[in-house]
């Protein structure tokens, strides 16, 4: 069974930083594409980053380029989004997400993550 | 970037009927690389169609996805209570992926 668990959310001031990680079981991690997707509360989802199965490609919504970097560690088997310079409209439940190509397919929970002073 | 709208906004309907939920994309979606999720609330959205008409693993044969270009359908059959959620399609033919607002389902 395809597992996704996030960590590293929580509370951060405007214009501070966190990583965010994401741990891939039942499955083969180095096979699928990464992601992360992002839902504010109350609102849709939007898609903001993935990465390659072996980190040579990345792609960002351009509201989080150069603030955000996906990265992976296939050893680990895990995958990481550094946000910096945050702002109050990042505030949202961070998913991540695996998939073949492009196609998300397999979702973790999410992780909260809240920019307020 | 591509624009995915869907409509209606919300969907009201009895057990047993059937909703048809619709998502226009602003320019072709190649291949007809468009998926449909189901997000139930408090949960992470699940993949239930993908090439626009390919249901994913262990999807009920009540779901189906029809379309191609610029306009896609999701239809669900025999709506059940456990239906009631939201509905998002998303294109994954081009960066930036984008996700439609979503329609809700409600089951009265």
């Known amino acids: 069974e395809v597992q996704l668990e996030e960590s590293g959310g929580g509370l951060v001031q405007p214009g501070g930083s966190l990583r965010l990680s994401c741990a891939g079981t039942?499955?083969?991690?180095?096979?699928?594409?990464m992601n992360w997707v992002r839902q504010a509360p109350g609102r849709g989802l939007e898609w903001v980053a993935n990465?390659?199965?072996?980190?040579?490609?990345?792609y960002y919504t351009d509201s989080v380029k150069g603030r955000f970097t996906i990265t992976r560690d296939n050893a680990e088997k895990s995958a990481f989004l550094q946000m910096n310079s945050l702002r109050a409209e990042d505030t949202a439940v961070y998913y991540c997400?695996?998939?073949?190509?492009?196609?998300?397919?397999?979702w973790g929970q999410g992780t909260l993550v809240t920019v307020s002073s | 970037e591509i624009v995915l709208t869907q409509s209606p906004g919300t969907l009201a309907l009895s057990p047993g009927e059937r909703a048809t939920l619709s998502c226009r994309a602003s320019?072709?979606?190649?291949?007809?690389?468009l998926a449909w999720y189901q997000q139930k609330p408090g949960q992470a959205p699940r993949l239930l169609i993908n090439?626009?008409?390919t249901r994913a693993t262990g999807i009920s044969d009540r779901f189906s996805g029809s379309g191609s270009g610029t306009d896609f359908t999701l239809t669900i059959s025999r709506l059940e209570p456990g239906d009631s959620a939201v509905y998002y399609c998303q294109q994954y033919a081009t960066s930036p992926l984008t996700f439609g607002g979503g329609t809700k389902v409600e089951i009265k």
């Open positions: 090439g626009a008409s």
């Open positions: 990465i390659k199965q072996d980190g040579s490609e990345k």
């Open positions: 997400a695996s998939g073949w190509g492009w196609l998300i397919e397999n």
């Open positions: 320019q072709s979606v190649g291949k007809n690389y």
């Open positions: 039942g499955f083969t991690f180095s096979g699928h594409w």
